[in-house]
């Protein structure tokens, strides 16, 4: 049984921080890139943070750049997202998901997603 299972999110202040966990079973990382989305109500799917295999590249989007790091650990066959310096905008349900390379950041070049784990930022 192949999946992904993101785990870590809560309820925190803003300027707090969290790191959230995606632990996959199976060979579902090997060779796969690892992709961070959230969404929140009523809007889109949204990129968040990805990193590459081999290289462990990263790429980061623009409003979580200089907050977040992205990290894997092949031991474990996990990734990691450490969120620092949370802002109320950053409230939203975070999702993990695999593709074949860390430099797309659309949803449906994404295969294996989890389920999401939700986060929210007080105000």
């Known amino acids: 049984q192949v999946n992904l299972v993101e785990s870590g999110g809560g309820l925190v202040q803003a300027g707090g921080s ?4 995606c632990a996959a079973s199976g060979r579902t990382f090997e060779r796969r890139a690892i992709g961070w989305f959230r969404q929140a109500p009523g809007k889109e799917r949204e990129f968040v943070a990805s990193i590459a295999h081999a290289s462990q ?5 623009a409003s ?5 790091t992205i990290s894997r650990d092949t031991a474990t066959n996990t990734g990691y997202l450490q ?3 949370l802002k109320p905008e950053d409230t939203a349900v975070y999702y ?7 430099t797309f950041t659309t ?5 294996v ?4 784990t939700q986060v929210i930022v007080s105000s």
Not at 57 to 61: I, L
Not at 64 to 68: A, I, L
Not at 113 to 116: A, D, E, I, N
């Open 83 to 85: 969120m620092n310096n």
């Open 18 to 21: 969290l790191r959230l966990s």
């Open 113 to 116: 997603w989890g389920q999401g």
């Open 96 to 102: 993990c998901a695999t593709a074949g390379a860390y």
């Open 64 to 68: 979580v750049k200089g907050r977040f």
């Open 57 to 61: 590249n990263t790429k980061y989007g």
């Open 107 to 111: 949803p449906a070049a994404y295969g």
